[in-house]
């Protein structure tokens, strides 16, 4: 594989990647919503990066309707869908994340949900985001602290996800390295704390099959994985329809820095 092949999104940009994506922002929109508004006041100028079909840019168009806001993402056909679903108002810019100058910048709240992770050389890329900052601005990261489960399928997604994601550069439990790295940027720390979110497993074994659907033709995961994945797809497929929760726990890493 390339190097420019490797630093495509992992879980892609098809159609199952956007279903899973609406998944994730029911899961977490609680969780961010509180989030970014206790760490930005009423900022004029927002961008979200990595907005995917804009999911986190409408939770953020909801926390600060006075707020200009701007959705940047590489990928044209999320960005297509993003625009259909609007708001009104709201800007979507294709755009590398991981690269500066950021469209739109300077920017009062710069907001990242679940994009470090998947990028190499990730201080670098921290920093630069901080760059995008005006004066009194707040960078507001959330990551993937730790996953804990006992279901022994989830366990096994997780696994094989992790592998892919470092294959490509990545870090699945990147929430304890942003914390370090951000302390080390020069900004002033407003938050660094964690965030427990205990989904229903149905909600997530839906999320996990959509994502093996996504990627299961990897050549890592085939070279690696091959023998697993229709026992691995049936075991997703039996947890779809479970009732309850309790077999799996996220806790996410919530890092808000200011520019003072």
């Given at each position: 594989?390339?190097?420019?092949?490797?630093?495509?999104?992992?879980?892609?940009?098809?159609?199952?990647?956007?279903?899973?994506?609406?998944?994730?922002?029911?899961?977490?929109?609680?969780?961010?919503?509180?989030?970014?508004?206790?760490a930005?006041?009423?900022p004029?100028?927002?961008?979200?990066?990595g907005?995917?079909p804009?999911?986190?840019?409408?939770?953020l168009?909801?926390?600060?309707?006075?707020?200009?806001?701007?959705?940047?993402?590489?990928?044209?056909?999320?960005?297509?869908e993003?625009?259909?679903a609007?708001?009104?108002?709201?800007?979507?810019?294709?755009?590398?994340?991981?690269?500066?100058?950021?469209?739109?910048?300077?920017?009062?709240?710069?907001?990242?949900?679940?994009?470090?992770?998947?990028?190499?050389?990730?201080?670098d890329?921290?920093?630069?985001w901080?760059g995008?900052?005006?004066t009194?601005?707040?960078?507001?990261?959330?990551e993937?602290d730790?996953?804990?489960?006992?279901?022994?399928?989830?366990?096994?997604?997780?696994?094989?996800t992790?592998?892919l994601?470092?294959?490509?550069?990545?870090?699945?439990?990147?929430?304890?390295?942003?914390?370090?790295?951000?302390?080390?940027?020069?900004?002033?720390l407003?938050?660094?704390?964690?965030?427990?979110?205990?989904?229903?497993?149905?909600?997530?074994?839906?999320?996990?099959?959509l994502?093996?659907?996504?990627w299961?033709e990897?050549?890592?995961v085939?070279?690696?994985?091959?023998?697993?994945?229709?026992?691995?797809?049936?075991?997703?497929?039996?947890?779809?329809?479970?009732?309850?929760?309790?077999?799996?726990?996220?806790?996410?890493?919530?890092?808000?820095?200011?520019?003072?």
């Amino acid at each position: 594989m390339t190097e420019p092949e490797k630093a495509r999104y992992t879980f892609g940009d098809s159609a199952p990647a956007s279903a899973r994506l609406a998944r994730v922002a029911r899961v977490f929109a609680p969780t961010t919503a509180a989030f970014v508004t206790r760490a930005a006041r009423a900022p004029g100028r927002v961008l979200d990066l990595g907005c995917g079909p804009g999911h986190t840019t409408r939770l953020l168009a909801g926390a600060f309707p006075d707020a200009m806001i701007e959705g940047l993402d590489r990928s044209d056909a999320f960005l297509e869908e993003a625009r259909r679903a609007g708001p009104s108002g709201v800007r979507f810019v294709r755009a590398d994340v991981a690269t500066s100058p950021l469209p739109g910048a300077p920017a009062d709240l710069v907001f990242a949900r679940f994009v470090l992770s998947h990028l190499p050389a990730r201080a670098d890329v921290l920093g630069a985001w901080l760059g995008a900052l005006a004066t009194g601005g707040v960078l507001a990261v959330e990551e993937v602290d730790r996953i804990d489960t006992d279901d022994p399928v989830f366990a096994e997604y997780l696994g094989i996800t992790s592998g892919l994601m470092a294959d490509r550069g990545g870090e699945l439990y990147v929430g304890p390295e942003v914390a370090a790295a951000a302390r080390a940027l020069g900004g002033r720390l407003v938050e660094d704390a964690p965030a427990t979110v205990a989904p229903a497993t149905a909600e997530i074994a839906g999320i996990f099959a959509l994502n093996l659907s996504s990627w299961r033709e990897d050549p890592w995961v085939v070279a690696h994985h091959a023998a697993r994945l229709d026992g691995l797809a049936a075991g997703l497929r039996e947890r779809e329809t479970a009732a309850g929760g309790g077999r799996i726990r996220w806790t996410l890493r919530q890092v808000a820095i200011a520019r003072d």
